[in-house]
């Protein structure tokens, strides 16, 4: 599906989509939970569905009415072994926690997923799980899915993560609820820390130092009524649209705020945008507030280090943001973006040239010569069939001096379906 984008400034108020991660976290540890979990404004991208999917294959009911999801929790040793390949779509999150889960139990799970997640390395969960007792083979010297997983009979391990990866994280943690003694995780820098806050809440003992998580075997996992906040990685796309559009302000409702998560406030902020957080307030473990944004000049900025992990998923759009701003702007550290759904720091770079944008890649970033527009291009601009690319793309063209045209945007319904109607509902208030 090809996409034309409109332009003009945006103006008005949204509820972005409920938060990804923690959806699919709300999912998987309302599947170990002793008892029934209820989630109110889960996320509907196809993603999260992946991970509805998946674990009624391994024997749990999961209802839905009226906003209201159901997860009938069977407790941590009560999974059934699934019938069939599990199939998680195009969901590394679903595939690499769901890998802890299965690592757990004591039958044979198979993981699959699209030919995108097939790509993606799976290298730094397989290392730790089969480190705990776990057997697992894939593709690629059991690097790629599919994975075959022997779970069962699991030992606590001390382990450094070589990279901030909450993903990562999150699978040894789930493995370790069933293994017997403790495992110690040793974290470079904060990445975000959804599983820890909701495992703390479902009454898991797990004390947390400067860069040390320490967890043993768990009981019964208590249920939980959670109400899912506004993805804070939606509301990027909005962010940057209304500092970067003139004559734009926008109010942002009930956005996550979660500090591992914020990452692009701080950084969009010291380029210069004016962002204003109203009523600070928490939605059970995690705090949320009203982002309001209005059009501002930026400046060039440097992104390195430890704010990384705090906007891994931002960078796409925050690219447009440095070719909005006056001067150069480089973004070092972020390799990871070349095992995601694309590479995306080569999809970054070719997108944004191809829309006139001088831009420039290194092995773990970019580098973006910003002239405070962008001009645009007379050739369909594709999403290499990324998500998080056509979005970007889409407030790119909200400021490209020729109107563009997007190729594939129809890959936005997994995590965004209804991006493009929000666009024109923020459009339309300026008609």
Known sequence: MEVQINKGPLRGELTVPADKSISHRGIILGALADGETVIQNLAGGKDVQSSVSCIRQLGIEVEKLKGITRIKGRGIHNLQEPEDVVDCGN??????????????????????????????????????LMMMGAGITGRRDSRLAPLVIRGGGL????????????????????????????TVIHEPVPS???????LAAMGVNLPMEQGLIRIKRAGDLLPLDI????????????????????????????????FTRSGIIDVLTKMGANIQIENR???????????????????????????????????????????????ISEVRDAGDLRAKESDRIAMIVSSLTSLGVEVESS???????????IPGGSVPVGSGGDHRIAMSLAIAGLISRVPITIEGFECVSVSYPSFREDLVKLLRHTA
């Open 281 to 327: 307030h928490m939605i059970g473990e995690e705090p949320v507030g009203n982002i309001i944004v209005r059009h501002s000049e930026l400046k060039p900025v440097k992104v390195e280090g430890q704010v990384i992990p705090r906007l891994i998923d931002e960078i796409p759009v925050l690219a447009v943001a440095m070719a909005a701003a006056h001067g």
């Open 91 to 128: 969901s590394g999150t679903t595939m690499r926690l769901l890998s802890g889960v299965a690592a757990s139990r004591s039958f044979q799970t198979v993981l699959t997923g699209d030919g995108s997640l097939r790509r993606r390395p799976m290298g730094r969960i397989i290392e730790p």
């Open 155 to 182: 030992h606590g391990i001390e382990y450094r993560l070589p990279v901030a990866s909450a993903q990562v994280k999150s699978a040894i943690i789930l493995a370790a609820l069933a293994a017997e003694g403790e």
């Open 227 to 258: 109400v899912v906040p506004g993805d804070i990685s939606s509301a990027a796309f909005w962010m940057v649209a209304g500092i970067i559009v003139p004559g734009s302000e926008i109010m942002l409702r009930d956005v996550g705020l979660n």
């Open 363 to 373: 092995d773990d970033g970019f580098i973006v010569n910003g002239n405070g527009f």
């Open 192 to 198: 975000r820390d959804h599983t820890e806050r909701m």
